[in-house]
């Protein structure tokens, strides 16, 4: 088995910033492909994207409600397809954040999980009725969030 990433080139790319290929403010996965020739020639080996899935961006998109699809402000799944044939086509690999330990307060698991204290889904999560308990984890987006 080859260990390609201890070589490879990494470039992580927040689609949503990227580029827009269709006027409407945020980047898509069109605006991506228009690029791949380009980041193709400077060396790029792997993109590594940041959560493109359904989110009510809460927290960056890292907050995820559905992990089967694509936001539809990026595109579709079947762009995320074209999106893979055409970067292995030139021979650049795709990863991508799957967040699996951060869902959205929308997401089923979490929905289950709120309503009903013998849920399958209620471990999933930590649970606490103050926001004192874990005050000495760091709080990541300060601008939006008073606690964990």
């Keep these: 088995?080859?260990?390609?990433?201890?070589?490879?080139?990494?470039?992580?790319?927040?689609?949503?910033?990227?580029?827009?290929?269709?006027?409407?403010?945020?980047?898509?996965?069109?605006?991506?492909?228009?690029?791949?020739?380009?980041?193709?020639?400077?060396?790029i080996d792997c993109i590594w994207l940041m959560p493109i899935y359904p989110s009510p961006l809460k927290d960056g998109g890292y907050?995820?409600?559905?992990?089967?699809?694509?936001?539809?402000?990026?595109?579709?799944?079947?762009?995320?397809?074209?999106?893979?044939q055409a970067a292995h086509a030139r021979g650049m690999r795709v990863i991508m954040d799957l967040v699996l330990n951060h869902t959205s307060d929308n997401h089923h698991w979490f929905r289950a999980s709120r309503s009903n204290r013998s849920s399958p889904y209620r471990d999933y999560?930590?649970?606490?009725?103050?926001?004192?308990?874990y005050r000495d984890a760091r709080i990541i987006f300060l601008d939006t969030e008073t606690s964990n």
């Design 1 to 43: 088995m080859t260990m390609w990433y201890k070589e490879a080139v990494f470039y992580q790319i927040s689609v949503r910033a990227f580029k827009d290929s269709n006027g409407d403010g945020h980047g898509d996965l069109h605006g991506l492909m228009e690029k791949l020739d380009y980041l193709h020639d400077l060396g």
């Design 63 to 84: 907050d995820i409600e559905d992990y089967y699809s694509i936001d539809p402000t990026y595109g579709t799944l079947d762009d995320f397809k074209s999106l893979m």
């Design 125 to 133: 999560y930590v649970w606490s009725d103050t926001d004192r308990k």
